[in-house]
């Protein structure tokens, strides 16, 4: 298997702009996890999904911050209008199901000037 | 409110120097305790996975090991390779995998 896949590995994009950000789970993986992570705050759950279900959202900061997951080898994470603030690398991690370890993309670099 | 706390922040050590690392947490319900070990510019890999008090598990220079409060990532002759940021994380509850901030670790040569 070739592991989670997120795209883009890096987005540079203006203040006020839409950004979505994309992530593949392992095939078979029914728990779907996105994290932000900067020197301040560390590792921080954004939201969580269980069988393609959003299960806590509680961690999204705003309005501004949207995730879907269609199906279950899909998911988005999508910040419009995105802010300076935002610039953060993003991770998506799965896992095969309740009380398993999760299993981290190569996370998507997002630079907002 | 549930806590994973790391210590310490940052080591620094000799190559050979052996070290534990301690990850403390206060979850109610703890249903795993994930080790992590980060190199700059990737994404958290996996390590360990403890579930009860007493349980420990080993891989090559790595040894963990968790109690009712708290966890440790035992270092033995560490080398150069073993340096990155260590992360321990807690499933709690409601299946929230949540992290600690991490413990930088430098092996010199």
């Known amino acids: 298997d070739a592991g989670v896949i997120q795209s883009p590995r890096h987005e540079v994009t203006e203040m006020g702009q839409e950004v979505t950000l994309r992530c593949k789970p392992i095939?078979?993986?029914?728990?779907l996890f996105w994290y932000r992570q900067t020197m301040m705050r560390g590792l921080e759950l954004l939201i969580y999904f269980n069988n393609n279900v959003p299960i806590d959202d509680s961690g999204m900061p705003e309005d501004r911050f949207s995730a879907k997951m269609p199906n279950a080898s899909f998911s988005t994470l999508k910040i419009q209008p995105s802010e300076p603030r935002d610039s953060a690398v993003y991770f998506c991690?799965?896992?095969?199901?309740?009380?398993?370890?999760?299993?981290f993309g190569q996370g998507t670099r997002l630079t907002v000037v | 409110e549930d806590q994973v706390t790391q210590s310490p922040e940052a080591l620094r050590l000799q190559e050979g120097e052996s070290s534990s690392l301690n990850c403390s947490y206060t979850v109610s319900g703890l249903r795993g305790l994930f080790w992590y070990r980060q190199d700059p510019g990737k994404g958290p890999e996996f390590l360990f996975t403890?579930?009860?008090a007493g349980e420990e598990k080993e891989k090559e220079r790595l040894k963990a090991t968790l109690t009712k409060k708290e966890s440790f990532l035992h270092i033995t002759a560490p080398k150069p390779e073993d340096s990155a940021t260590y992360l321990c994380a807690v499933n709690r509850g409601a299946q929230k995998l949540v992290f600690g901030q991490g413990t930088r670790l430098t092996i010199n040569p």
């Open positions: 095939s078979g993986h029914n728990s």
């Open positions: 991690a799965s896992r095969t199901s309740m009380n398993t370890e999760a299993f």
């Open positions: 403890l579930y009860s």
